[in-house]
C-alpha cells in the first residue's frame, strides 16, 4: 500500500503546486487591475463594431449540421490515432472492427454530400 502512495505522490505534490499558483496569480491580478467600469466597457462588442441585431436571432440550421458533422469526423479521428498505432497487435477482429466503422463512415459522408448538406449557397 505503501508503494502506491510513494507512486502518486508526485502527482499529488504538482497538483497542489498548479492549484496554489493558479489562484494565488489569479487574486494577485484581480487585486492589482483597476476596477473601474465606464459606458465602453460595459457596451456590447462584436467583431470590433456596434452589434446591429438581437443577439437571439435564429440561426441556419446548416451552422448546425456542419458542426455535428465537424464533431463526428473529429471523433472518428480520435478513434484512428490510437487504432494505427496498435494494428500491428491487433487481432483480425479489431482491424475489420475499425474497416467495418471507417465504411459506415464513408457511406454516412457521401449520403451527407449527395442530400446536399455540404454545400453553402
Same mark, same amino acid.
Given at each position: 500500500?505503501?508503494?502506491?502512495?510513494?507512486?502518486?505522490?508526485?502527482?499529488?505534490?504538482?497538483?497542489?503546486?498548479? *492549484?496554489?499558483? +493558479?489562484?494565488?496569480?489569479?487574486?494577485?491580478?484581480?487585486?492589482?487591475?483597476?476596477? #473601474? +467600469?465606464?459606458?465602453? #466597457?460595459?457596451?456590447?462588442? @462584436?467583431?470590433?463594431?456596434?452589434?446591429?441585431?438581437?443577439?437571439?436571432? *435564429?440561426?441556419? %440550421?446548416?451552422?448546425?449540421? %456542419?458542426?455535428?458533422?465537424?464533431?463526428?469526423?473529429?471523433? @472518428?479521428?480520435?478513434?484512428?490515432?490510437?487504432?494505427? !498505432?496498435?494494428?500491428?497487435?491487433?487481432?483480425?477482429?479489431?482491424?475489420? +472492427?475499425?474497416?467495418?466503422? !471507417? !465504411?459506415?463512415? *464513408?457511406?454516412?459522408?457521401?449520403?451527407?454530400?449527395? #442530400?446536399?448538406?455540404?454545400?453553402? @449557397?
Amino acid at each position: 500500500m505503501n508503494i502506491i502512495y510513494n507512486n502518486y505522490s508526485s502527482i499529488l505534490i504538482f497538483l497542489l503546486i498548479s *492549484t496554489f499558483l +493558479s489562484s494565488l496569480i489569479f487574486f494577485i491580478s484581480y487585486i492589482l487591475t483597476p476596477q #473601474k +467600469s465606464d459606458q465602453e #466597457k460595459v457596451s456590447a462588442y @462584436e467583431c470590433g463594431f456596434n452589434p446591429f441585431d438581437d443577439a437571439r436571432a *435564429t440561426f441556419d %440550421v446548416r451552422f448546425y449540421l %456542419v458542426a455535428i458533422l465537424f464533431l463526428i469526423f473529429d471523433l @472518428e479521428i480520435s478513434f484512428l490515432f490510437p487504432w494505427s !498505432l496498435v494494428l500491428g497487435d491487433l487481432p483480425i477482429f479489431g482491424f475489420w +472492427s475499425m474497416i467495418i466503422f !471507417l !465504411l459506415i463512415l *464513408t457511406v454516412g459522408f457521401i449520403y451527407e454530400w449527395f #442530400k446536399g448538406a455540404l454545400e453553402w @449557397e
